[in-house]
Every structure is written in C-alpha cells, then in structure tokens.
C-alpha cells in the first residue's frame, strides 16, 4: 500500500470517528437525564484535554513497589519527587522529559481502589505506557492484571515493561537477566515477552551515579540503554497513538451511557 493511500485512509477514518464523536454527543444531550448529561460532559472534557495536551504522554504504571517515582526522578533529573518504600503517590503527576509528558500514577493491585481507579483513568488518557515491577518480577495477581490490561482491553502494542531494582538481587548481572527473561516468558504464556520491549534497569543506582558522580554505578544501573530503548519505543509506536487514545476515552463514555440509557429506560417502564 502507498504512503498516499494509507494517509487517505487514515484521513477517512478521523472524519468517521468525527462524526460519529458529534452524533453520539448529540444523543446524549437529547436524553433528559443529569446522569446522561455529566457523561456528555466527561465526554467533552476528556477529548478537550487530550486535544490540549499537545505533547505525546507516556505513563509509568504498575505495583505501588516497583520504583516508578525513582525511575522518573532518574530520568528528569528532579530529586524532589516524593520517594516511599510505602505507598508515595496518591495522584498522577505529569512531568516533561525530552519533548514528551510522562505522567507518574498510583500504585496498582493494593487495596486502596481509589488509587487503581485514577491509574486506570490515566491509562485510558496515556498514549503509551510504561509497566514497572522490581526483580520479584510477576506473581499471581500481578500477572492476571496485565494480561487483562494487554490483551482483554488491547493495549498491547502501547506497553513497554522495565523490571526495577535488579541490585537488590545477588548474582551476575547477565545471568539475572536471562532468568528473568525466562521467568518472565513462562509467567506470560501463552502469550510472548517479544511482544514488549524490556528493559532491566536500577533506577536508584543511576540516580546516585550521576549525583555522587560516581560512573561505576551509572554504568551497572543500565540506565541509559533504557534511555536509548525507551526514546526508539516512543519513536516506533507514536505514530499509531494518534486515533488510539481518543477512541478509547469515547469508548469509556460509551460503556458508561449504555448503563444510564438502560437505567432511564427501566425506570420509564416502572413509571
């Protein structure tokens, strides 16, 4: 297929996806409802932002443990983010690093449903993601979730996971990373690790390297090899984000209008 044809295609598809945006909102405001009326309003507010926020957005997700304050901090260079053992981050913290916005979230998969509900939020708004887990890698429930979130809600092609803190574990550095490789790949099946780009990584030995200016440890943490792979993933998969996000910011409102249209409708019949 020619660059022409599929730049016509993709034209086609944003016209449709318009236009199917103003007929559903106009649905919406023909329905006398207050609850059909605050979806419409999430509905405008959701595309208004994503509309606004310009830059390309990248959120780091996963349990509450994995470092992912650390791995921020590393990479922007501001050290006066909050930083636990405990559970730090109780909202999304958007901050600029290299052109593009990488939006810090609650841990996921603890008891604080408050905490999954806004990450969850900020996963269907992000444009790519960034799943992190220490080198205690997956257990049971962690894996259960991000088979769901790659392969039931389709966000595949949109994550790339970093495993965190490998110090932490004793052993060579390469030998670790081939059994995690492994382990990994049997806690996936059957599905494939090639799928996600991987990077083995210790944030907080980086950070120390650079400010104690100390290069054994800034080459040890392989933390600019995450860089380096990290900057081809935005570069590979920004381009299929363009449609992505806002359809999936839709298809929230929608799942939440078809629960209110069919409420309203019980409740006419009741009437």
């Not at 039931?152 to 990373?177: F, H, L, P, T």
């Not at 944030?203 to 860089?227: H, M, N, P, Q, W």
């Not at 363009?242 to 009741?270: K, M």
Request: hydrophobic share 40%; aromatic share 10%.
């Amino acid at each position: 297929m020619s660059q022409r044809n599929q730049t016509f295609k993709a034209a086609d598809l944003s016209k449709r996806f318009k236009v199917a945006c103003i007929q559903f909102d106009t649905l919406l405001a023909s329905a006398n409802s207050k609850e059909l009326a605050a979806i419409r309003q999430k509905l405008r507010d959701g595309l208004q932002e994503y509309k606004q926020q310009g830059a390309l957005t990248v959120a780091f997700i996963g349990q509450y443990s994995a470092g992912k304050s650390t791995i921020i901090s590393a990479l922007t260079g501001q050290r006066d983010i909050h930083i636990d053992a405990d559970i730090a981050t109780d909202t999304t913290t958007p901050y600029d690093w290299n052109g593009i916005k990488i939006i810090d979230t609650p841990g996921l998969f603890t008891d604080r449903a408050d905490h999954d509900a806004i990450t969850y939020e900020a996963i269907a708004k992000a444009d790519l993601l960034v799943f992190c887990l220490t080198h205690m890698l997956f257990d049971t429930l962690t894996i259960e979730n991000f088979k769901k979130l790659a392969y039931d809600k389709g966000y595949r092609w949109k994550i790339m996971v970093v495993i965190n803190k490998m110090s932490a574990a004793a052993g060579e550095e390469e030998q670790k990373i081939a059994s995690y490789r492994h382990s990994l790949s049997e806690a996936l099946k059957p599905y494939a690790l090639h799928e996600f780009p991987t990077s083995f990584i210790d944030a907080k030995d980086y950070c120390e390297g650079i400010d104690e200016e100390d290069d054994f440890l800034t080459e040890v943490s392989r933390f600019d090899t995450f860089i380096a792979e990290l900057n081809h993933f935005v570069e590979r998969r920004s381009s299929l984000t363009g449609l992505d996000t806002p359809v999936r910011i839709v298809l929230g409102c929608l799942d939440d209008a078809q629960i209110g249209f069919a409420r309203n409708s019980n409740e006419d019949t009741a009437f």
